[in-house]
């Protein structure tokens, strides 16, 4: 006794739709990935370039209060 084996069309018509849905939704994932890592790179130039500009107002600041500190020193002598 053989048993057949009989595949329906709805079946096959309910898998095409999820095998198309799955496609869709990791094409939607993925772009949305490539959106978030493109913002990520950016905001991270953005940090470091935030970083280094701080970095040089403190040394500048710096450089400042100590020829502040020199004038007043000079200015206690006289």
């Not at 053989?2 to 939607?28: G, P, S």
């Not at 993925?30 to 990520?40: P, S």
């Not at 500009?53 to 000079?74: C, Y």
Request: proline letters at 0%; a negative charge; glycine letters at 2%.
């Amino acid at each position: 006794m053989k048993k057949k084996f009989e595949l329906h069309l709805d079946a096959v018509v309910v898998i095409v739709l999820l095998f198309v849905a799955a496609l869709a939704m990791n094409y939607v994932q993925y772009r949305i990935y490539a959106d978030l890592a493109a913002e990520n790179r950016k905001l991270q130039l953005q940090a470091l370039e935030d970083q280094l500009n701080l970095e040089s107002l403190r040394i500048h600041v710096d450089r400042l209060n100590s020829e502040q500190t020199q004038v007043n020193a000079m200015a206690g002598e006289n």
